[in-house]
């Protein structure tokens, strides 16, 4: 039974929620039934069941935004779109470099970024549409912002004064779950580019694959990548941001701005060390740039594997030692396993249709070894290259 008609998400910022949240927290597993008839002992059982949930989510949420989990709020969907805490924190940095004091938050989820802006000094109005997302913000940000109920694209024009700044980000969920596509995006597409016309500071975040043909040429296009994940592109527009300019980011410290006239790569045998570039580096177009600094060449055309003999120190990608090379297929590989008595496998792989997680389930793998190959398109064909890690970027 629902109270007062209100999602039970939103009681849990009351004071008998925070109170299931806290003893949801003693609980061993939340996600279990004994957890489940403890608090019903106790709690109305939609407002236990939130609780449980909820005490779930911040162990997950640990992961993304740290110890300050713990004291937010979340929603499913909400987690699944929040910026991780260096993330959130990056892009407040890009506005108050920006010379940005007012930002609104035009589609502010559970408020992660919010908080970051916050974080730094900034004045922030967080909008969000969906109004157990938006409840559920306004108790993330307490009394140090105003969270506005409405549609993004309904409430802009009244917010975005002269100076204020914006920052977008997208829903990009449907009715068939999470979605990259770009006719997808809740505001859409259409309303976002009206945003970057460059007259404003104006952050938007979006999936990394975003296609570079769709990238505003009044936008500097900036990927992002966290512990080796690509996270984002976020298009920038006004001051701050040099339009056309593509970047990968390497966060918290390594930035490389692609060069347009970097001269393409040749292709060619595979040497004695192997380069895995990180995913923002290749999202924007930086491999031939790379390769001219590693002195590398491509493995196999259109292959975003760097090969080269001699190992040059790099933070932009993760450099392996070659330890055997030989053509592929899978007999050859699962003979080498068994030869070799391997029992883990790392199998890493571009330009092949393969799935590593079932081949490893075929090789039927037995011992105590332990190996890592890369299975990709070389000059002559599938090659299968045995590589020990040397150094990660």
């Known amino acids: 039974m629902r109270h007062s008609g209100q999602p039970a998400t939103h009681l ?26 403890a608090l019903r002992a106790v709690f109305p059982p939609d407002l236990a069941a939130a609780a449980l949930a909820q005490v779930s989510l911040r162990r997950v949420a640990r ?18 779109q929040a ?16 010379g940005a004091h007012r930002v609104v938050d035009l589609g502010c989820g559970i408020g992660a970024d919010a908080l970051a802006l916050l974080d730094s000094g900034l004045e922030v109005v967080a909008v ?47 009715g068939r779950g ?20 460059g007259d404003r500071v104006v952050g938007v975040k979006l999936g990394p694959g975003l296609p570079h043909r769709l990238i505003p040429s009044t936008a500097e296009a900036e990927w992002l990548s966290e512990r080796g994940d690509t996270v984002e592109v976020g298009l920038w527009a006004g001051p701050g941001a040099e339009a056309g300019r593509r970047v990968a980011r390497l966060l918290p410290d390594h930035r490389l701005v692609v060069d ?54 790099t933070p ?12 592929y297929s899978e007999q050859t590989l699962r003979a080498w396993t068994r030869e070799r008595r391997i029992g883990a496998l790392e199998i890493k792989k571009r330009g092949l249709e393969l799935d590593p997680a ?28 045995v590589v020990r890690r040397v150094r990660e970027g």
């Open 12 to 37: 849990l910022a009351t004071a008998a929620g925070r109170k299931a949240i806290e003893a949801a927290s003693r609980q061993r597993d939340p996600d279990g039934l004994a957890a489940a008839t």
């Open 63 to 80: 992961v993304k935004l740290g110890e300050r989990a713990d004291r937010l709020l979340f929603t499913r969907t909400g987690l699944e």
């Open 83 to 98: 910026s991780r805490a260096q993330v959130a924190a990056h892009h407040a940095a890009r506005f108050v470099a920006a």
């Open 128 to 174: 969000e549409a969906d109004p157990e997302t938006a409840s559920i913000a306004q108790a993330n940000l307490g009394d140090r912002a105003q969270v506005r109920l409405g549609d993004a694209v309904e409430v802009a024009p009244e917010l975005l004064g002269p100076g204020v700044a914006v920052y977008v980000d997208p829903a990009r969920r449907t």
């Open 178 to 197: 999470r979605s990259w596509e770009i006719g997808d995006l809740s505001p859409s597409w259409s309303f976002v580019q009206t945003l970057l016309t």
């Open 260 to 313: 347009p006239r970097a001269e393409p790569l040749p292709v060619g045998d595979v040497g004695t060390v192997v380069y895995e570039p990180d995913g923002a580096i290749i999202r924007a177009g930086g491999i031939a740039q790379l390769g001219a600094d590693l002195q590398a060449r491509l493995i196999g055309p259109g292959i975003a594997y760097l090969t080269a003999d001699t190992e040059r120190t």
């Open 316 to 327: 932009y990608a993760t450099a392996f030692a070659v330890v055997e090379t030989h053509p």
């Open 358 to 385: 079932i081949l490893r389930r075929r090789l039927k793998l037995r011992g105590p070894g332990s190996a890592t190959v890369i299975l990709t398109r070389g000059t002559e064909g599938a090659v299968m290259i």
